[in-house]
């Protein structure tokens, strides 16, 4: 590579790293997203676009965004290596100071680049950045704050982090880590943030400077294989004591994910997730020792699946509605 790439490269404090597959449907937002708010900054700011073999317009897409701005590099894989390979690889291919994942389906309010630029500046020691997004789960924190630690960081984060937008992570850290470890789990990003902030500062940006504007459930899996992946994370959480975290972090994070059962186990089911004695037995060993699992989920995971195929059919023709709207109708 000639000199003066060199040069520039060490310039660039941030590079988006934007990892895709068949996401010509969104991609466009994304990229007009960051690429208006590079006026006067470009040189400090690259987009990366690591393409897993997509076989949509993605391609085209990018080539026509590359026409008009230098500071787009793309990337192809030969084969769709899955998710947590490519957002590996997204990482590596970028030359930023730090790395911002972000989902081809996301994009970033105003201001957000300089944001995230302005907190590096001031503090350049620390291993990530969360920026927060709009969700039914708070933070707990109020305003931006910067945190001494993980155990700080991920009780006042609330372990939003499983939403890859929202972590950006210095580079240099992630290539430090034995990322193969979180191969095929799909968390490859928090297994990393795991590890990174056990004993380093982090920072918190507190606006939902992030906005999520594609399906949210339909990449978790075909079949209820979603159910799968959220017991991938819980098995990252239940090793974060080799790392030094608190028992009650831990317990947190692995709530996170039970108490969304209620909601995710019957439409697991209803797409046809298999339930057999292996399930079970993986189940009771990640959460025996929460008294919700056995009066709420474990009864919702033995149910047959025929009745929440039924419900969720009749959900969405819409017959619960017709019928509530029937009985005001006659009560009026």
Not at 35 to 48: C, P
Not at 190 to 217: D, H, N
């Amino acid at each position: 590579m000639p000199e003066k790439d060199n040069i520039k490269n060490r310039n660039i404090k941030l590079s988006v790293a934007i990892p895709t597959y068949n996401g010509a449907r969104y991609i466009r937002e994304a990229l007009d997203s960051i690429v208006s708010q590079l006026t006067g900054i470009s040189e400090e700011v690259e987009i990366v676009v690591s393409d897993n073999a997509s076989t949509d317009e993605t391609l085209e897409i990018i080539e026509e965004y590359q026409t008009k701005y230098s500071f787009i590099k793309y990337f192809r894989n030969a084969e769709n290596l899955g998710p947590d390979r490519n957002y590996d690889l997204a990482v590596r291919r970028a030359k930023g100071q730090f790395v911002w994942l972000l989902s081809d389906d996301d994009k970033i309010r105003d201001a957000g680049i300089n944001k995230v630029i302005d907190v590096i500046n001031k503090h350049p020691n620390i291993a990530a950045i969360f920026m927060n997004y709009e969700s039914v789960t708070p933070l707990n924190c109020s305003q931006d704050c910067l945190c001494l630690n993980g155990n700080e960081f991920f009780y006042k984060t609330s372990f939003k982090n499983g939403l890859v937008s929202s972590n950006v992570i210095k580079k240099s850290i992630w290539e430090n880590i034995e990322t193969s470890k979180y191969f095929y789990s799909n968390w490859i990003h928090f297994g990393v943030l795991i590890e990174a902030l056990s004993t380093r500062p982090c920072f918190i940006v507190s606006y939902p400077f992030l906005l999520q504007i594609g399906a949210k459930e339909t990449r978790w899996g075909e079949n209820g294989s979603f159910f799968y992946v959220g017991l991938r994370l819980v098995k990252i959480f239940k090793n974060m004591s080799k790392y030094g975290y608190k028992k009650n972090i831990i317990k947190r994070g692995i709530f996170v994910i039970e108490r969304g059962y209620p909601k995710y186990i019957p439409l697991a089911k209803a797409a046809g997730l298999k339930v057999d004695a292996n399930l079970i037995k993986e189940v009771v060993g990640l959460y025996k020792s929460f008294p919700s699992f056995w009066i709420m989920d474990l009864p919702l995971l033995l149910t047959p699946s025929m009745f929440y195929k039924i419900a969720y059919r009749v959900y969405k023709m819409g017959l619960f509605k017709k019928m509530r709207k029937k009985l005001r109708g006659q009560m009026s």
